[in-house]
């Protein structure tokens, strides 16, 4: 169930988005709170799972990364649910989504510029999964606006 956010939590939220490195005193001062009051709100946005401060990258002005969009076509409907959860927790998987159209599922993959690691992906990790009738991958040229967290997977490849 969603959650509905007061004002100034959606205040908060749209100031974080806009810089999210801002001090709690600059967010303080920009909207006219204490900085306690900006601190207690993000720990409670926080630990709600609401929010996530995160260092984001643009996969495309950063050499070594590849992303691509996954379109899954499930057996059962009746397992979308669990198949959501269960491909998001996957290392290369940056979100997941149940869609209209032709797929019930579409999902964003990161990984190394490395076109056998994509084929990893769906060989190993997604083909692990289960349940799946068909999948059609399509790998990102060029985007614009395109600001991602590092999924667990390319995280690790990061670090190397």
Not at 44 to 55: H, K, T
Request: proline content about 2%; charged content about 25%.
């Amino acid at each position: 169930m969603k959650k509905v956010l007061d004002v100034a939590d959606r205040r908060l939220v749209a100031a974080l988005a806009n810089d999210g490195q801002a001090s709690s005193a600059v967010l303080a001062a920009e909207l006219g709170v204490t900085a306690p009051t900006i601190r207690a709100r993000m720990k409670n946005l926080i630990s709600q799972g609401l929010l996530r401060v995160a260092g984001l990258v643009d996969p495309f002005q950063v050499k070594g990364l590849s992303v691509a969009l996954v379109g899954i076509k499930l057996q059962s409907q009746m397992q979308l649910d669990e198949k959501l959860e269960e491909i998001s927790r996957l290392a290369d998987v940056n979100w997941v989504a149940a869609v209209t159209g032709r797929y019930d599922i579409l999902v964003e993959v990161v990984t190394s510029e490395d076109i056998g690691d994509l084929y990893s992906f769906l060989d190993s990790a997604l083909s692990g999964v289960g349940g799946i009738a068909s999948s059609e991958s399509f790998v990102v040229m060029k985007a614009r606006r395109k600001w991602i967290p590092l999924p667990k997977g390319a995280r690790a490849w990061f670090s190397e």
